[in-house]
């Protein structure tokens, strides 16, 4: 993978993404444990991802998709 001056995974491996575990979690918030990128179909693409626990203890992980945020106001 390539550093932040230009290129990145999806160089390398189309149709992909990378997460990394978000340091600014904190016991109890709602933030994601995960966030990254991807591009899909040439599609740029932020990801979040959740760690859980099913019902019989099983961890799992849940994944959304938005567009890249591109700054100003929400």
Do not use: H
């Amino acid at each position: 993978t390539k550093g932040k001056g230009g290129g990145g995974m999806s160089d390398k491996y189309p149709n992909s993404g990378i997460l990394f575990r978000n340091d600014k979690k904190q016991p109890g918030d709602n933030l994601p444990d995960y966030r990254g990128t991807a591009e899909v179909n040439g599609v740029a693409l932020e990801m979040a991802a959740w760690i859980k626990t099913g019902k019989e203890g099983k961890k799992f992980m849940t994944i959304s998709f938005k567009p890249p945020f591109k700054g100003g106001s929400r």
